[in-house]
């Protein structure tokens, strides 16, 4: 037994017993930190494993439940893309092979993936907005190349769109069989791993769907604030939340002392290793069952990649406690989330434009969300991670509308800031969208303390 195999057992990735519906009861990937079945303390291998998202069996998610008297308007899904070979290199270290061909007899493997190959070439005269009709549709190269969609990447996206096409289309009729253009919504940044895990997830969703009748809008903001990007207080809080992640860094004698050692393994200076962010590139050895890079000097281990992931979730810890990601996020997620609410509101009114929109982003897009929405327990974004927002109209009484928010199949609308205490008042199974629409409009400003009442007077505070 291999040492990832031996670690995917130990917490629960790979089901040991499997349960009457052939899921085990343990697959479940966690999303808000449960005590029973995870280690006492916070293990950095464990974290790291669930980060990874390595595609095992199907999860149990709660997309799509509601009382039979409601009916699902509309869902906003924002993904983070999947895997994806390293943004950094160790310095003098061969960098890992990953090879980012798709194949079919290498695992991860998904049913839909030479069909998704084969759907895939058939799209090169695909009309995007530009440039991303410059960048390939799949991913393809032996080596890897930086920052490139992997197997595992595709196949994790292959499998979020096979899940929500259960629920959205089979279950709930979300779109007609004759589905339009206008019906959905499509944007991703002008990144290839991006574009191609909205591919992914779409081919997941709508198997061999019409080229003609899709088009992705280009973002080029990983916050996707379109027009409303300039925003100087919120690039305030973003020096201040980097200042206190320089801080805790410093106090970290045990981190300084590992990235010497590191420093030393691979002949350069601290402070160049430093620089090369090496977790991400050792992330992705992790994730890869590939071995750490030695030199003649020795070699990166696991205890170094356990020291630098502690401080990571050191950092995530301390970054809730002082709040200044939290007076950035709320700004730096107003124009996504009033966006989303603007496209609510038109389908309460019974358009049937944008019923199904598609976000595909990074962590640095996902990560401001939740923390806005005041889901501070939730875990960093994963790889192929998803939040959806789900529109539901009460049939019974048609001029009510209620969301639902779900973050990688869980049910967290109850944890968000604008609905923690709805279910204490309230019978109702989900929440007003009034309270989302109050909270976008009005509270999210109220939160960041001042007199401001809208964005861009929050935005442009003085004295702050």
Known sequence: ?????????????????TAKNGVSSKSRKRIMPDPVTEPPVTDPVYEALLYCNIPSVAEHSMEGHAPHHFKLVSVHVFIRHGDRYPLYVIPKTKRPEIDCTL????????????????????GSGASFESPLNSLPLYPNHPLCEMGELTQTGVVQHLQNGQLLRDIYLKKHKLLPNDWSADQLYLETTGKSRTLQSGLALLYGFLPD???????????????????????????????????RQYLLRLKNSQLEKTYGEMAKIVDVPTKQLRAANPIDSMLCHLCHNVSFPCTRNGCVDMEHFKVIKTHQIEDERERREKKLYLGYSLLGAHPILNQTISRMQRATEGRKEELFALYSAHDVTLSPVLSALGLS??????FAARLIFELWQDREKPNEHSVRILYNGVDVTFHTSFCQDHHKRSPKPMCPLENLVRFVKRDMFVALGGSSTNYYDACHREGF
Not at 209 to 234: E, M, N, T
């Open 1 to 17: 037994m291999d040492v990832l195999t031996a670690l995917l057992l130990l917490v629960h990735l790979i089901p040991v017993s």
């Open 103 to 122: 194949v079919a007899n290498r695992k991860p493997y998904h049913p839909k993936l030479e069909a998704f190959v084969s759907h895939m070439s058939k």
């Open 209 to 243: 769907f019409d080229w003609k009748k899709i088009y992705f809008r280009h973002q080029p903001s990983a916050l996707f604030c379109s027009g409303s990007c300039y925003c100087p207080v919120r690039n305030q809080y973003l020096e201040k939340e980097q200042r």
């Open 377 to 382: 327990e939730a875990r960093f974004p994963r």
